[in-house]
Protein backbone atom coordinates (compact mmCIF):
# COMPACT_ATOMS: atom_id res chain seq x y z
CA UNK A 1 0.00 0.00 0.00
CA UNK A 2 1.18 3.56 -0.89
CA UNK A 3 2.09 5.74 1.97
CA UNK A 4 -1.18 8.42 1.11
CA UNK A 5 -3.47 5.42 1.55
CA UNK A 6 -1.78 4.24 4.82
CA UNK A 7 -1.92 8.02 6.10
CA UNK A 8 -5.83 8.42 5.03
CA UNK A 9 -6.83 5.64 6.59
CA UNK A 10 -6.12 6.82 9.52
CA UNK A 11 -8.73 9.32 11.56
CA UNK A 12 -7.93 12.80 10.85
CA UNK A 13 -8.82 13.17 14.76
CA UNK A 14 -5.80 10.77 15.59
CA UNK A 15 -3.28 12.65 15.15
CA UNK A 16 -0.61 10.59 17.34
CA UNK A 17 -0.82 7.85 14.64
CA UNK A 18 -0.57 9.90 11.64
CA UNK A 19 2.73 11.30 12.91
CA UNK A 20 3.83 7.97 14.52
CA UNK A 21 3.11 6.56 10.66
CA UNK A 22 5.26 10.05 9.14
CA UNK A 23 8.13 8.90 11.40
CA UNK A 24 7.96 5.62 10.90
CA UNK A 25 8.32 6.43 6.78
CA UNK A 26 10.70 9.26 7.00
CA UNK A 27 13.22 7.32 9.02
CA UNK A 28 12.87 4.39 6.72
CA UNK A 29 12.28 5.83 3.44
CA UNK A 30 12.19 9.47 2.88
CA UNK A 31 13.11 9.31 -0.54
CA UNK A 32 9.97 7.41 -1.20
CA UNK A 33 7.83 9.12 0.99
CA UNK A 34 9.60 13.08 -0.93
CA UNK A 35 8.58 11.40 -4.03
CA UNK A 36 5.52 10.20 -3.30
CA UNK A 37 4.35 13.87 -2.17
CA UNK A 38 5.93 15.13 -4.87
CA UNK A 39 3.44 13.52 -7.46
CA UNK A 40 0.41 13.12 -5.42
CA UNK A 41 0.47 15.81 -2.32
CA UNK A 42 3.34 18.23 -2.89
CA UNK A 43 1.72 20.29 -0.52
CA UNK A 44 0.89 18.27 2.58
CA UNK A 45 -0.79 19.49 5.64
CA UNK A 46 0.23 16.93 8.68
CA UNK A 47 0.41 17.41 12.60
CA UNK A 48 3.78 18.28 12.34
CA UNK A 49 3.32 21.20 9.87
CA UNK A 50 2.69 21.63 6.35
CA UNK A 51 5.21 20.04 4.23
CA UNK A 52 6.35 21.77 1.25
CA UNK A 53 8.41 19.15 -1.39
CA UNK A 54 8.24 20.96 -4.46
CA UNK A 55 11.33 23.03 -5.97
CA UNK A 56 9.56 26.36 -6.80
CA UNK A 57 7.61 26.22 -3.39
CA UNK A 58 10.72 25.41 -1.24
CA UNK A 59 11.97 28.32 -2.87
CA UNK A 60 8.73 30.14 -2.35
CA UNK A 61 9.09 29.62 1.12
CA UNK A 62 13.15 30.82 1.84
CA UNK A 63 12.83 33.76 0.50
CA UNK A 64 9.69 35.21 1.97
CA UNK A 65 10.74 35.80 5.71
CA UNK A 66 8.34 38.25 6.38
CA UNK A 67 5.92 35.73 6.18
CA UNK A 68 7.88 32.72 6.68
CA UNK A 69 10.18 33.17 9.57
CA UNK A 70 12.81 31.06 11.86
CA UNK A 71 10.36 30.70 14.46
CA UNK A 72 10.20 27.45 14.80
CA UNK A 73 13.54 26.85 16.34
CA UNK A 74 14.84 30.56 16.79
CA UNK A 75 14.22 30.98 20.15
CA UNK A 76 15.68 27.38 20.94
CA UNK A 77 18.83 29.08 19.03
CA UNK A 78 19.09 32.10 21.28
CA UNK A 79 18.89 30.25 24.36
CA UNK A 80 21.27 27.80 23.19
CA UNK A 81 23.84 31.01 21.53
CA UNK A 82 22.88 33.07 24.59
CA UNK A 83 22.24 35.85 22.32
CA UNK A 84 20.71 36.96 19.41
CA UNK A 85 21.92 35.38 15.66
CA UNK A 86 21.31 36.08 12.03
CA UNK A 87 19.33 32.46 12.22
CA UNK A 88 18.24 33.22 15.25
CA UNK A 89 15.91 36.56 13.64
CA UNK A 90 14.28 37.66 10.48
CA UNK A 91 13.47 41.87 10.11
CA UNK A 92 14.90 44.69 10.21
CA UNK A 93 17.22 44.67 13.56
CA UNK A 94 20.00 41.39 13.83
CA UNK A 95 19.22 40.07 10.44
CA UNK A 96 19.27 42.27 7.76
CA UNK A 97 22.52 44.36 9.24
CA UNK A 98 24.31 41.33 10.94
CA UNK A 99 23.98 39.64 7.17
CA UNK A 100 25.54 42.28 6.24
CA UNK A 101 28.52 42.03 8.74
CA UNK A 102 28.86 38.62 8.00
CA UNK A 103 29.38 39.36 4.81
CA UNK A 104 31.96 41.35 5.32
CA UNK A 105 34.27 39.28 7.93
CA UNK A 106 33.38 36.59 5.60
CA UNK A 107 34.97 37.72 2.86
CA UNK A 108 34.83 35.38 -0.55
CA UNK A 109 38.21 37.32 -1.32
CA UNK A 110 39.45 34.35 1.75
CA UNK A 111 38.61 31.33 -0.51
CA UNK A 112 42.22 30.92 -2.07
CA UNK A 113 44.01 31.14 1.21
CA UNK A 114 41.19 29.07 3.45
CA UNK A 115 42.14 26.65 0.18
CA UNK A 116 45.19 26.24 1.50
CA UNK A 117 45.38 26.26 4.34
CA UNK A 118 42.75 23.45 4.15
CA UNK A 119 45.12 21.52 2.43
CA UNK A 120 48.25 21.84 4.69
CA UNK A 121 46.04 20.97 7.99
CA UNK A 122 44.25 18.38 6.25
CA UNK A 123 47.18 16.41 5.30
CA UNK A 124 48.90 16.49 9.02
CA UNK A 125 45.71 15.28 10.28
CA UNK A 126 45.24 12.32 7.76
CA UNK A 127 49.12 11.42 8.52
CA UNK A 128 48.36 11.43 11.75
CA UNK A 129 45.17 9.38 11.28
CA UNK A 130 47.37 6.70 8.72
CA UNK A 131 49.87 6.59 11.53
CA UNK A 132 47.81 6.10 14.05
CA UNK A 133 46.12 2.91 12.26
CA UNK A 134 49.72 2.24 12.10
CA UNK A 135 50.60 2.10 15.27
CA UNK A 136 47.82 0.22 16.47
CA UNK A 137 48.58 -2.76 13.99
CA UNK A 138 45.21 -1.83 12.47
CA UNK A 139 44.10 -1.94 8.26
CA UNK A 140 41.20 0.37 8.87
CA UNK A 141 40.87 3.94 10.94
CA UNK A 142 37.83 6.12 11.46
CA UNK A 143 37.13 8.69 9.12
CA UNK A 144 34.95 10.94 11.15
CA UNK A 145 36.66 10.80 14.41
CA UNK A 146 40.07 10.23 13.73
CA UNK A 147 39.90 12.84 10.45
CA UNK A 148 36.84 14.69 9.35
CA UNK A 149 36.23 16.37 12.53
CA UNK A 150 39.45 17.09 13.98
CA UNK A 151 40.97 18.28 10.39
CA UNK A 152 37.15 20.67 10.29
CA UNK A 153 37.84 22.18 13.61
CA UNK A 154 41.81 22.92 13.14
CA UNK A 155 40.69 25.00 9.86
CA UNK A 156 38.31 26.42 11.93
CA UNK A 157 40.42 27.65 15.05
CA UNK A 158 43.27 29.19 12.22
CA UNK A 159 40.59 30.24 9.70
CA UNK A 160 37.80 32.13 11.92
CA UNK A 161 40.61 32.65 15.09
CA UNK A 162 39.33 30.34 17.83
CA UNK A 163 42.98 30.55 18.86
CA UNK A 164 44.17 27.92 21.90
CA UNK A 165 40.91 27.19 22.56
CA UNK A 166 40.54 22.77 22.03
CA UNK A 167 39.79 21.26 18.72
CA UNK A 168 37.98 18.47 21.00
CA UNK A 169 35.79 21.79 22.80
CA UNK A 170 34.98 23.44 19.31
CA UNK A 171 33.47 20.35 18.20
CA UNK A 172 31.78 18.50 21.29
CA UNK A 173 30.41 21.76 22.09
CA UNK A 174 28.73 22.72 18.36
CA UNK A 175 27.92 18.95 18.30
CA UNK A 176 25.53 19.49 21.52
CA UNK A 177 24.30 22.93 20.46
CA UNK A 178 23.31 21.76 16.99
CA UNK A 179 21.43 18.70 18.85
CA UNK A 180 19.32 21.35 21.10
CA UNK A 181 18.38 23.75 18.22
CA UNK A 182 18.00 21.79 15.74
CA UNK A 183 17.37 18.08 15.75
CA UNK A 184 15.19 18.15 19.51
CA UNK A 185 11.91 18.52 18.02
CA UNK A 186 10.27 17.13 21.26
CA UNK A 187 12.01 19.49 23.20
CA UNK A 188 13.84 16.82 25.42
CA UNK A 189 15.14 18.81 28.38
CA UNK A 190 17.89 17.42 28.87
CA UNK A 191 19.14 17.71 24.96
CA UNK A 192 18.14 21.38 25.36
CA UNK A 193 20.08 21.87 28.92
CA UNK A 194 23.38 20.27 27.26
CA UNK A 195 23.04 22.64 24.09
CA UNK A 196 23.33 25.52 26.42
CA UNK A 197 26.22 24.46 28.74
CA UNK A 198 28.15 23.98 25.49
CA UNK A 199 26.79 27.65 24.41
CA UNK A 200 28.09 29.13 27.50
CA UNK A 201 31.01 27.43 27.78
CA UNK A 202 32.19 28.34 24.42
CA UNK A 203 31.03 32.17 25.39
CA UNK A 204 32.85 32.21 27.95
CA UNK A 205 36.20 30.19 25.92
CA UNK A 206 35.31 33.02 23.43
CA UNK A 207 35.20 35.63 25.92
CA UNK A 208 38.45 35.41 27.29
CA UNK A 209 40.10 34.86 23.83
CA UNK A 210 38.25 38.05 22.57
CA UNK A 211 39.90 39.99 26.18
CA UNK A 212 43.29 38.65 25.27
CA UNK A 213 43.35 39.93 21.69
CA UNK A 214 42.05 43.41 22.67
CA UNK A 215 44.81 43.61 25.07
CA UNK A 216 47.47 42.59 22.96
CA UNK A 217 49.68 44.85 20.57
CA UNK A 218 48.87 41.65 17.92
CA UNK A 219 45.85 41.21 15.63
CA UNK A 220 45.78 38.35 13.55
CA UNK A 221 44.68 38.18 10.01
CA UNK A 222 41.59 36.04 10.94
CA UNK A 223 37.87 36.07 11.13
CA UNK A 224 37.80 37.41 14.65
CA UNK A 225 41.29 39.92 14.20
CA UNK A 226 38.87 41.24 11.28
CA UNK A 227 35.97 41.46 13.41
CA UNK A 228 37.70 43.02 16.40
CA UNK A 229 39.35 45.60 14.11
CA UNK A 230 35.84 46.62 12.02
CA UNK A 231 34.51 49.82 13.64
CA UNK A 232 30.48 50.25 13.23
CA UNK A 233 28.46 53.28 14.34
CA UNK A 234 27.99 53.50 18.08
CA UNK A 235 24.35 53.60 17.60
CA UNK A 236 24.60 49.83 16.48
CA UNK A 237 25.25 49.19 20.28
CA UNK A 238 27.95 46.38 18.20
CA UNK A 239 29.99 45.47 20.90
CA UNK A 240 32.18 42.37 22.11
CA UNK A 241 29.55 40.43 22.92
CA UNK A 242 27.64 40.41 19.74
CA UNK A 243 30.71 39.72 18.25
CA UNK A 244 31.32 36.53 20.62
CA UNK A 245 27.93 35.43 19.48
CA UNK A 246 28.78 35.72 15.40
CA UNK A 247 31.55 34.12 15.49
CA UNK A 248 30.26 30.86 17.94
CA UNK A 249 27.26 31.04 15.73
CA UNK A 250 29.58 30.79 12.50
CA UNK A 251 31.08 28.04 14.06
CA UNK A 252 27.61 26.03 15.01
CA UNK A 253 26.96 26.38 11.36
CA UNK A 254 29.97 24.97 10.15
CA UNK A 255 31.48 22.06 12.40
CA UNK A 256 28.77 19.84 12.23
CA UNK A 257 27.97 20.55 8.58
CA UNK A 258 31.83 20.16 7.61
CA UNK A 259 32.48 17.13 9.49
CA UNK A 260 29.21 15.40 8.46
CA UNK A 261 29.39 16.52 4.56
CA UNK A 262 33.25 15.26 4.10
CA UNK A 263 31.99 11.65 5.49
CA UNK A 264 28.93 11.61 3.31
CA UNK A 265 30.09 12.99 0.27
CA UNK A 266 32.66 10.01 0.00
CA UNK A 267 30.35 7.45 0.77
CA UNK A 268 27.82 8.97 -2.34
CA UNK A 269 30.45 8.88 -4.10
CA UNK A 270 32.09 5.32 -3.34
CA UNK A 271 28.69 3.90 -3.46
CA UNK A 272 28.73 5.02 -7.42
CA UNK A 273 32.45 3.57 -8.28
CA UNK A 274 31.99 4.86 -11.82
CA UNK A 275 31.82 8.15 -10.68
CA UNK A 276 34.43 7.63 -7.86
CA UNK A 277 36.72 6.80 -10.81
CA UNK A 278 36.19 9.75 -12.08
CA UNK A 279 36.31 12.14 -9.19
CA UNK A 280 39.34 10.53 -8.24
CA UNK A 281 40.77 11.60 -11.72
CA UNK A 282 39.57 15.32 -11.49
CA UNK A 283 41.16 15.14 -7.50
CA UNK A 284 44.46 15.04 -9.40
CA UNK A 285 44.09 18.17 -11.85
CA UNK A 286 46.04 20.88 -10.69
CA UNK A 287 42.59 23.24 -10.87
CA UNK A 288 40.37 22.08 -8.18
CA UNK A 289 37.15 23.49 -9.86
CA UNK A 290 35.90 20.08 -11.49
CA UNK A 291 36.68 17.56 -8.98
CA UNK A 292 34.55 20.56 -6.20
CA UNK A 293 31.50 19.81 -8.76
CA UNK A 294 31.81 16.01 -8.00
CA UNK A 295 31.23 16.71 -3.75
CA UNK A 296 28.82 18.82 -4.01
CA UNK A 297 26.20 16.49 -6.30
CA UNK A 298 27.29 14.09 -4.06
CA UNK A 299 25.85 16.08 -1.19
CA UNK A 300 22.68 17.01 -3.23
CA UNK A 301 22.09 12.84 -2.58
CA UNK A 302 22.83 13.19 1.33
CA UNK A 303 22.85 16.99 2.24
CA UNK A 304 23.51 17.77 5.92
CA UNK A 305 20.35 19.79 6.02
CA UNK A 306 17.76 17.54 4.25
CA UNK A 307 14.33 19.90 5.35
CA UNK A 308 14.24 23.22 7.90
CA UNK A 309 11.50 24.68 9.19
CA UNK A 310 9.71 27.70 9.19
CA UNK A 311 6.61 29.45 11.13
CA UNK A 312 4.08 31.29 8.79
CA UNK A 313 3.36 33.94 10.34
CA UNK A 314 1.11 35.64 8.02
CA UNK A 315 -2.16 34.28 6.44
CA UNK A 316 -0.68 33.21 2.68
CA UNK A 317 -0.98 31.49 -0.59
CA UNK A 318 1.50 29.20 -1.32
CA UNK A 319 2.12 28.62 -4.64
CA UNK A 320 -0.53 30.99 -6.15
CA UNK A 321 -1.91 30.36 -10.11
CA UNK A 322 -0.73 26.45 -9.92
CA UNK A 323 -2.59 23.59 -9.05
CA UNK A 324 -0.70 23.41 -6.33
CA UNK A 325 -2.29 26.70 -4.55
CA UNK A 326 -2.39 26.19 -0.37
CA UNK A 327 -4.17 28.48 1.50
CA UNK A 328 -1.60 28.59 5.12
CA UNK A 329 -2.51 30.50 7.59
CA UNK A 330 -0.78 32.41 10.02
CA UNK A 331 0.76 29.89 13.26
CA UNK A 332 1.48 27.30 10.74
CA UNK A 333 4.50 25.57 10.76
CA UNK A 334 5.91 24.97 7.83
CA UNK A 335 8.74 22.10 6.89
CA UNK A 336 10.86 23.48 2.89
CA UNK A 337 12.22 19.94 1.85
CA UNK A 338 15.33 21.11 0.05
CA UNK A 339 16.17 17.54 -0.24
CA UNK A 340 12.81 17.21 -2.31
CA UNK A 341 13.27 20.18 -3.99
CA UNK A 342 16.74 19.04 -5.66
CA UNK A 343 14.93 15.71 -6.87
CA UNK A 344 12.09 18.00 -8.32
CA UNK A 345 11.30 15.96 -11.73
CA UNK A 346 9.70 19.17 -13.31
CA UNK A 347 12.90 20.75 -12.16
CA UNK A 348 16.02 19.03 -12.27
CA UNK A 349 16.73 16.77 -15.46
CA UNK A 350 16.98 13.35 -14.28
CA UNK A 351 17.41 13.77 -10.80
CA UNK A 352 18.64 10.55 -9.65
CA UNK A 353 21.71 10.77 -12.22
CA UNK A 354 24.84 11.69 -10.77
CA UNK A 355 25.34 14.82 -13.21
CA UNK A 356 28.00 17.45 -12.40
CA UNK A 357 27.70 20.72 -14.20
CA UNK A 358 23.69 21.13 -12.71
CA UNK A 359 22.87 24.40 -13.14
CA UNK A 360 23.49 26.10 -9.28
CA UNK A 361 19.89 27.02 -8.27
CA UNK A 362 19.53 22.81 -8.36
CA UNK A 363 21.65 22.40 -5.63
CA UNK A 364 20.66 23.61 -2.23
CA UNK A 365 22.77 21.76 0.00
CA UNK A 366 24.05 25.28 1.60
CA UNK A 367 20.12 26.76 2.08
CA UNK A 368 18.38 29.52 -0.48
CA UNK A 369 16.97 32.88 0.44
CA UNK A 370 17.05 35.22 3.29
CA UNK A 371 18.83 32.71 5.24
CA UNK A 372 21.19 30.77 3.02
CA UNK A 373 24.63 29.94 4.19
CA UNK A 374 26.94 32.88 5.43
CA UNK A 375 29.74 30.76 5.29
CA UNK A 376 29.48 30.17 1.79
CA UNK A 377 32.49 31.02 0.04
CA UNK A 378 34.46 29.34 3.11
CA UNK A 379 32.51 26.31 2.85
CA UNK A 380 32.68 26.12 -1.12
CA UNK A 381 36.26 25.51 -0.65
CA UNK A 382 36.65 23.45 2.79
CA UNK A 383 34.38 20.90 2.30
CA UNK A 384 35.81 20.17 -1.19
CA UNK A 385 39.02 20.20 -0.55
CA UNK A 386 38.73 17.81 3.02
CA UNK A 387 37.28 15.15 0.37
CA UNK A 388 40.04 15.59 -2.25
CA UNK A 389 42.82 15.48 0.60
CA UNK A 390 40.92 11.79 1.35
CA UNK A 391 41.07 11.06 -2.40
CA UNK A 392 44.09 11.85 -3.28
CA UNK A 393 45.38 8.60 -1.30
CA UNK A 394 44.31 5.72 -3.26
CA UNK A 395 45.09 3.65 -0.08
CA UNK A 396 42.17 5.42 2.00
CA UNK A 397 38.73 4.46 0.81
CA UNK A 398 35.81 2.77 2.65
CA UNK A 399 35.88 -0.99 2.65
CA UNK A 400 34.20 -3.08 -0.50
CA UNK A 401 30.65 -3.86 0.42
CA UNK A 402 31.29 -1.45 3.54
CA UNK A 403 30.43 2.36 1.59
CA UNK A 404 27.28 2.88 3.61
CA UNK A 405 28.32 1.68 6.94
CA UNK A 406 27.90 4.82 8.84
CA UNK A 407 27.32 4.34 12.34
CA UNK A 408 25.56 6.74 14.16
CA UNK A 409 26.04 5.66 17.53
CA UNK A 410 22.32 6.55 18.74
CA UNK A 411 23.35 10.01 17.69
CA UNK A 412 21.18 12.06 14.71
CA UNK A 413 24.42 12.16 12.87
CA UNK A 414 26.77 9.30 11.59
CA UNK A 415 29.64 9.08 14.25
CA UNK A 416 31.62 6.37 12.84
CA UNK A 417 32.68 5.65 9.38
CA UNK A 418 35.85 2.76 8.82
CA UNK A 419 37.62 3.64 6.07
CA UNK A 420 41.15 1.16 4.75
CA UNK A 421 44.37 2.63 6.04
CA UNK A 422 45.87 0.77 3.06
CA UNK A 423 49.28 1.51 1.02
CA UNK A 424 49.29 5.16 -0.63
CA UNK A 425 49.75 3.81 -3.95
CA UNK A 426 52.12 4.55 -6.86
C1 LIG B 1 30.51 23.24 5.83
C2 LIG B 1 29.40 23.11 5.16
C3 LIG B 1 28.20 23.97 5.40
C4 LIG B 1 26.93 23.60 5.13
C5 LIG B 1 26.48 22.27 4.54
C6 LIG B 1 26.08 24.70 5.50
C7 LIG B 1 24.71 24.71 5.32
C8 LIG B 1 23.88 25.76 5.63
C9 LIG B 1 22.46 25.81 5.37
C10 LIG B 1 21.65 24.69 4.71
C11 LIG B 1 22.00 26.97 5.85
C12 LIG B 1 20.54 27.44 5.79
C13 LIG B 1 19.83 27.12 7.07
C14 LIG B 1 18.37 27.43 7.00
O1 LIG B 1 17.86 27.97 6.00
O2 LIG B 1 17.67 27.15 7.99
C15 LIG B 1 23.12 27.69 6.40
C16 LIG B 1 23.03 28.92 7.00
C17 LIG B 1 24.10 29.50 7.64
N1 LIG B 1 25.42 29.10 7.61
FE1 LIG B 1 26.17 27.48 6.70
N2 LIG B 1 26.84 25.71 6.01
C18 LIG B 1 28.16 25.32 5.96
C19 LIG B 1 29.26 26.07 6.34
C20 LIG B 1 29.18 27.26 6.98
C21 LIG B 1 30.32 28.05 7.39
C22 LIG B 1 31.78 27.73 7.04
C23 LIG B 1 29.83 29.12 8.08
C24 LIG B 1 30.56 30.25 8.73
C25 LIG B 1 31.85 30.31 8.91
C26 LIG B 1 28.38 29.03 8.06
C27 LIG B 1 27.52 29.93 8.63
C28 LIG B 1 26.16 29.96 8.39
C29 LIG B 1 25.28 30.97 8.93
C30 LIG B 1 25.68 32.12 9.83
C31 LIG B 1 23.99 30.70 8.45
C32 LIG B 1 22.71 31.47 8.75
C33 LIG B 1 22.57 32.61 7.78
C34 LIG B 1 21.31 33.43 8.07
O3 LIG B 1 20.53 33.08 8.94
O4 LIG B 1 21.10 34.45 7.43
N3 LIG B 1 28.03 27.89 7.38
N4 LIG B 1 24.27 26.94 6.23
Same mark, same amino acid.
Given at each position: ?????????????????????????????????????????????????????????????????????????????????????????????? #?????????????????????????????????????????????????????????? %??????????????????????????? %???????????????????????????????????????????????????????????????????????????????????????????????????????????????????????????????????????? #???????????????????????????????????????????????????????????????????????????????????????????????????????????????
Amino acid at each position: MDFLTAYDAVPEADAAQRVALLRRKTAMDRAGLLRELRAVRPVFATPLGVFVTRHPDVLEVLSTPEVFTVGVFGPALEEVLGAPFVLSRDGADV #HWRERGYGQLVLAPEDAPRVRALTVSLADGVLDAALAGAAERGSATFDLIQDYAWPAA %ARVAVEYLGFTGIPEETLHSCTRRMQW %AFAVNPGGDPDVHTAGTAAGKELHDRVAALIADRRASSESPDDVLGRMLRTRLPAEFGFDDERINANLVGYLTGYQQNATQCVATAIKELAVRPEVLAEAERAAAEPDPARFDAYVWEALRFHPFVPATPRLCVRD #HVLAAGTPRRTAIPSGTPVVAWLSSAMFDEDVVESPTEFRTGRPPSHNLVLGYGAHDCLGRYAASVIVPELVRRVLLRPGVRPPPGAEQSMDHAGTPYPQHYTVTAGPEGP
